[in-house]
């Protein structure tokens, strides 16, 4: 949170109205010391590694199945998931969810280019059911043609509003543009290649690769966590399969090259996409790199927020972030402009970079963001859905939550110094990868007296 003070207008009883002085913001308290909860792990027989958390908040428990699925093909990757819950060889999907209703949960799909991931939840008392159904489904999906068809027209129509989304476009290219030839660099599939699904198609890809070895089950909420381990021992001991994984290569590096102008006649505004070398969690500079990325961009109080927001209102809401993903980890500052401040917008962008690049942050400034970074991982932590979920994405990535008090730590000590060796190291700007999206016709000339410029049509 901003430490600045406002002013207030306040009226008096005579209707006029008078400027209140400076409101003073109480002291932040002191930070709480990283408590982790009680949990328990055991790998069945067919590979399946379980991990139970215990969160008794509320008396419900939240399920998260991790399944390695790096460089499956896209368009059926995509619809696997979308047609996964659509049914069993002994139930519908309407009889598939009614079941799990009556125990007060559901379950969703989805994939991203790591892996296929399955995420629940169900009373306490329904756990046991949840499993045995998450079990029918991982062993039994049957992909019927009519309920196939009707997922394949949804996920069309999804892929085609998507793409006329300036944000979907520019993150297409911004990727196609760090990845080159790497799986990565291609993530959302043509709606011709989804049409072209057959449940067949299904049936197999789901026999090759929906498999329990290297998955992670992860259940988080109201129970014990060894009679967690119990249930999902019982209901999953029976999961097998003679399927692959295939490994992702290494993400190549970053090659700034000239900025890319995805041209967008007509565009009114246009997309700011900046892309900066980052590492992994379990690196060193892994801390310094986020306290540093807060100072930059990441948060409501960060430099380039003040700048082209609330100094220069170019924007409503710029952000960056560190993407971790199992091949490699990648920093993106994202802003929408209006067409008219392209230039000036990505002017301050790479000043706000260099400025942190070359000058190490003030120690309040440093403090604040560090408060943040710490009191966002507490919140992270906070309720069963949000602990389920960072569990099994540290999971996924071979950590386990006592990693958190590890970082935590790391966070809670990072100096100054630390902080600017980490930014001279990622964030100079002659390190970026840059993607506009916009009208080329208005916005070309103002980027050409930046940096050279490459043009290329939407969608290329």
Do not use: C
Request: aromatic share 4%.
């Amino acid at each position: 949170m901003s430490a600045k003070s406002k002013r207030a207008p306040r009226s008096r009883a005579d209707g006029e109205v008078t400027v209140a002085g400076p409101r003073t913001l109480p002291p932040l308290g002191p930070h709480r010391k990283l408590k982790l909860p009680r949990q328990a792990e055991r790998t069945l027989g067919n590979g399946l590694t379980v991990i139970a958390v215990r969160r008794s908040a509320v008396p419900l428990v939240e399920l998260r199945l991790w399944m390695p699925f790096g460089r499956a093909p896209l368009a059926r990757g995509a619809m696997l998931a979308q047609t996964l819950l659509s049914g069993t060889e002994t139930m519908t999907s309407v009889q598939l969810a009614a079941e799990l209703q009556k125990v007060g949960g559901g379950l969703s799909a989805g994939i991203d280019p790591d892996r296929l991931m399955l995420s629940g939840a169900s009373l306490v008392t329904g756990l046991d059911r949840m499993l045995e159904l998450l079990g029918e489904v991982l062993t039994g999906a049957s992909y019927p043609s009519g309920e196939v068809a009707t997922e394949r027209d949804r996920l069309v129509d999804r892929i085609q509003v998507a793409q006329s989304q300036p944000a979907h476009l520019a993150r297409t290219a911004l990727l196609k543009r760090i990845y080159g030839r790497h799986p990565y660099a291609v993530q959302t599939p043509e709606p011709g290649q989804v049409r072209a699904v057959r449940p067949g198609v299904l049936r197999t890809l789901h026999a090759q690769r929906v498999h329990p070895a290297d998955a992670v089950l992860v259940l988080v909420g109201d129970v014990q966590p060894e009679r967690a381990l119990d249930a999902a021992e019982k209901a999953l001991s029976g999961w097998n399969g003679a399927g692959h994984t295939a490994d992702l290569p290494p993400a190549p590096p970053l090659e700034p090259g000239p900025l890319l102008l995805v041209d967008r006649p007509g565009s009114v505004q246009s997309s700011l996409r900046v892309a900066l070398p980052a590492v992994p969690r379990t690196h060193p500079d892994h801390a310094a790199l986020q306290l540093a990325n807060l100072v930059f961009g990441g948060y409501f109080s960060s430099r380039w927020v003040e700048n082209i927001r609330e100094d220069k209102g170019y924007t409503y809401g710029p952000h960056s972030l560190v993407e971790h993903s199992v091949a490699g980890s990648v920093l993106v500052a994202a802003a929408e402009v209006a067409t008219e401040v392209t230039g000036p917008a990505l002017l301050e962008t790479s000043y706000e970079l260099g400025r942190l690049a070359s000058l190490p942050p003030k120690p309040d400034e440093l403090e604040q963001a560090r408060r943040y970074a710490l009191g966002t991982l507490q919140l992270g932590m906070a309720t069963q859905a949000g602990l389920a979920s960072l569990t099994s994405a540290y999971a996924g990535n071979g950590l386990r939550l006592e990693f958190l008090a590890e970082h935590a730590a790391r966070l809670a000590k990072a100096t100054v110094d630390d902080v600017a060796a980490a930014a001279a190291r990622y964030l100079a700007p002659a390190r970026a990868v840059t993607v506009v999206l916009g009208d080329a016709e208005r916005i070309a000339p103002a980027l050409a007296a930046l940096a050279p410029v490459e043009v290329q049509p939407v969608g290329a």
